[in-house]
């Protein structure tokens, strides 16, 4: 199975789930801008890979097989279903993905690896024969 589309998105995933902040001496919560500084980068990293395909993806709506690569920079702990969340709701938004439901997504592979001080996500999309 060859992939149909790849994507590399520098930098390290951080978890949409935690972008929520609480501070605890005026009990507050506020947004913590990393996850938004990530995903501004991140679609203009999208956008200018899509626009130098020659096959363009373009809200797939039928199977597809997707692997997630991520290369971490450092040994922090991370967890990859949490940054595999952030992935999925990128390719919705840059309108790759017509949706993440298993009907569409029906194989999500993720990997890990350590690639000290170049961190990224390697995104392989794989059309599937319907089943």
Not at 10 to 35: I, L, Q
Not at 45 to 72: C, N, W, Y
Not at 106 to 116: A, E, F, S, T, V
């Amino acid at each position: 199975m060859q992939e149909d589309y790849k994507l590399i998105i520098e930098g390290e995933t951080p978890a949409k789930k935690n972008v929520n902040k609480f501070n605890t001496k005026t009990k507050t919560v506020y947004k913590d801008s990393h996850y938004k500084n990530w995903y501004e980068g991140s679609m203009l990293q999208v956008r200018g890979q899509l626009a130098r395909m020659e096959k363009r993806p373009h809200m797939i709506d039928t199977p597809v097989a997707i692997s997630l690569l991520f290369f971490h920079g450092d040994n922090v702990r991370r967890d990859s279903d949490n940054q595999a969340s952030s992935i999925m709701d990128l390719l919705q938004d840059a309108e790759i993905l017509a949706d993440d439901r298993w009907q569409i997504v029906r194989i999500l592979n993720i990997y890990n690896h350590y690639d000290k001080g170049h961190s990224r996500c390697e995104i392989n999309i794989t059309h599937l024969e319907e089943l």
